[in-house]
C-alpha cells in the first residue's frame, strides 16, 4: 500500500503528543543497517523470506489486546507475516475521538524503535516527519544556558506524536485483508490453557475467541498479565517511584517562532527534581515538571507556585507566561510514575506479553516505546527462525528478553538521577568529554553509555555489562596515572634533598 502521510501538527494545549528522551539518533546508521527496508512491502527479510514466513503461517490466527503503539506495531508485522490478525483494544477507535485517552508522557523514537518500524513497512513517514534534537540544553538558576551536543555531527532523537503514530500504526492495519480491528472490547478473562479470551462488549454483551496464541499488549495494567499472576511459578514487581510529573506549557512568540533552541532537549536539573521543555512542530513546547510528591503536595496555591517558580525556575516564568503557569499547573493532574518487572513473558503454548505489559518503565530514558518495539523485532526473529512454531518460539521468547527488559527498567531509573542532578556536575561534564574522545579514537570498542541505549541495538544487558567494563578500565587508568604522579613527585623530592 503508499505510504500514508504521518501528521506531526502538535500543540502542548493537547498534552497527549511529542517526545520524552535523553538520547541519540544518527539516520545514517539507521539507513546503511540493513534491517527491513524503506518500502512498504518491507517484511524485515526480504521478498523470499516474508513470502515463505507468509506460507509457513498460511491459516494461523493471533488474537492482540490493546491497539496501543505495540500491539499495532505487532500486528501489522504479524500480518505481513500472513497471520490473521484480530486486535482488540477496550478503548474506542482514538482515530474517531477528539480527546485522546492515552498516557500523557511524551515520546522518543530512537534507534531500536525505527528498526521496528523499518520491519513493518511503516517508517518513512514517521522519520520524515519527526523533529530532531540534537543536544540537551542545560538551564542555570542564573538563566544561562549551555548546549550538550548528545554526540558527534548528525546524531540525534526524533520527537513525535503519540497520538499520530498510533493513529498511523492503525490506518496501516486497516489496510491489510488479514487483520480485523475491535474496538471497545474489554478482556474479561483468558484461559491460559485452552487459548480462549472473553470480551465485553459497549453494549454489556460478552464475546469469547479462540486463536493459535493471543498477545497481550493491553499497558502497564495488563489484564492479560494479571490472568498470568495467577499460575505459579510466575514473578512480579510493580514499584512506584516518589516523584510525579505535571505537564505545562510555553506557547510560540508572537511571530509563531520558538522562544528557545528549537533542536535541543531543554532541562533546569534542581538535583532533586527537574523540568524539561521538548519542541513542537507549532513552536510551542511540552513542558514536564518531575518532582516528589511531598513537594508538589506544597503548593496549594498561585502564591505558592510563583514562589516556587521564582526561586528554582525564574526563566520560566516569562516563557510559559504567569497567567498560563497558574492556569495549567491547576487544571493538569499530578500523576504518578511506575516500573514493572515480571517474567517469563509467556504462559503455557498460547499467550505472551510484550511492551509495557511485560515491562513498564519510568520515562527517563526514552525508551519504553522503543523497548516495546524492539520486542516486536525479536519476536519476529523467532517466528522466523522456528518457522512460525509457537511452541518454541514463545518459551524462547521469555528466554532472550527478559533479562534485557530488566535492563533497560533499571537504565530508566538510573538517568533521572543523572538528568536532574548530574548533567551539571563537573565530573559528569568530564566523563563525558572522556567518552567523547576515547569513542572518536576508537568507535567500535569504546561506545558512551547513551550512545549503547538509544543508537545501537545493542542488548540493554549488555549495555549495563559493557558500561560496568568501562567504568573498571577508566578507575584503573585513573589509578595507574596516580601511582606515576606519585612516583615522580617522590623521585623529584629524592633528588633536591640529596643535593
Known amino acids: 500500500p503508499p505510504v500514508r502521510q504521518f ?5 502542548c494545549d493537547n498534552m497527549s503528543k511529542t517526545v520524552f528522551s535523553d538520547s541519540l539518533l544518527n539516520p545514517d546508521v539507521i539507513k546503511n543497517d540493513g534491517v527491513g527496508s524503506n518500502s512498504s512491502s518491507s517484511g524485515g527479510g526480504g521478498g523470499a523470506s516474508a513470502a515463505a514466513a507468509a506460507e509457513a503461517s498460511k491459516g494461523r490466527s493471533v488474537v492482540i489486546v490493546g491497539a496501543g503503539l505495540v500491539g499495532s506495531l505487532a500486528a501489522v508485522v504479524l500480518a505481513r507475516r500472513g497471520w490473521h490478525v484480530d486486535l482488540y483494544e477496550a478503548r474506542e477507535d482514538i482515530r474517531k475521538t477528539e480527546a485522546y485517552a492515552g498516557r500523557s508522557i511524551n515520546l522518543a523514537l530512537s534507534y531500536r524503535g525505527i528498526r521496528a518500524l523499518q520491519i513493518g513497512g511503516v517508517d518513512r513517514a514517521v522519520v520524515r516527519d519527526g523533529i530532531p534534537m540534537r543536544a540537551r540544553m542545560i538551564h542555570s538558576l542564573d538563566g544561562r544556558q549551555s548546549p550538550q551536543p548528545y554526540g558527534r555531527d548528525g546524531q540525534h532523537i526524533l520527537s513525535v506524536d503519540r497520538r499520530k503514530l498510533n493513529e498511523h500504526l492503525l490506518n496501516e492495519a486497516e489496510t491489510m485483508s488479514n487483520v480485523r480491528l475491535h ?59 516518589p516523584h510525579g510529573y505535571k505537564e505545562l506549557c510555553i506557547p510560540a512568540d508572537e511571530e509563531g517562532r520558538f522562544k528557545m533552541d528549537g533542536n535541543s532537549l531543554h532541562i533546569w536539573p534542581r538535583q532533586t527534581f527537574m523540568m524539561i521543555a521538548l519542541p513542537n512542530p507549532d513552536k510551542s513546547y511540552t513542558v514536564t515538571l518531575f518532582m516528589p510528591f511531598d513537594k508538589f503536595d506544597k503548593l496549594k496555591n498561585e502564591g505558592d507556585v510563583l514562589r516556587f517558580f521564582r526561586a528554582e525556575f525564574p526563566d520560566a516564568i516569562n516563557l510559559v507566561g504567569r497567567e498560563r503557569l497558574l492556569r495549567d499547573f491547576f487544571a493538569n493532574p499530578t500523576s504518578p510514575l511506575m516500573s514493572v518487572k515480571c517474567s517469563p513473558y509467556h504462559m503455557g503454548r498460547h499467550f505472551l506479553i510484550i511492551g509495557d505489559a511485560a515491562h513498564a518503565m519510568v520515562p527517563f530514558y526514552g525508551q519504553g516505546m522503543n523497548a516495546g518495539f524492539e520486542d516486536v523485532i525479536v519476536l519476529n526473529a523467532l517466528l522466523e527462525e522456528y518457522a512460525d512454531d509457537i511452541s518454541k518460539a514463545l518459551p524462547e521468547f521469555s528466554a532472550r528478553r527478559a533479562e534485557d527488559a530488566h535492563a533497560i527498567c533499571d537504565l530508566a531509573m538510573y538517568n533521572y538521577v543523572e538528568m536532574r542532578a548530574g548533567v551539571s556536575s563537573r565530573a559528569y561534564l568530564l566523563r563525558k568529554r572522556l567518552d567523547g574522545l576515547l569513542n572518536r579514537l576508537a568507535p567500535n570498542s569504546w561506545i558512551p553509555l547513551y550512545s549503547m541505549v538509544s543508537f545501537s541495538a545493542i542488548p540493554y544487558a549488555q549495555v549495563i555489562a559493557q558500561r560496568a567494563h568501562q567504568d573498571a578500565m577508566l578507575t584503573k587508568a585513573i589509578r595507574f596515572a596516580g601511582l606515576g604522579l606519585a612516583m615522580a613527585a617522590a623521585a623529584l623530592a629524592h633528588r633536591r634533598l640529596c643535593r
Open 7 to 11: 501528521s506531526s501538527h502538535h500543540s
Open 183 to 241: 474496538f471497545e472490547h474489554k478482556l474479561v478473562s483468558a484461559d491460559l490453557e485452552g487459548g480462549e479470551v472473553e470480551f465485553e462488549l459497549a453494549d454489556g454483551t460478552r464475546r469469547k475467541v479462540t486463536s493459535d496464541f493471543t498477545i497481550g499488549a493491553d499497558g502497564a495494567y495488563s489484564g492479560i498479565r494479571k490472568q498470568m499472576l495467577r499460575r505459579a511459578r510466575f514473578d512480579y514487581s510493580q514499584t512506584y517511584i
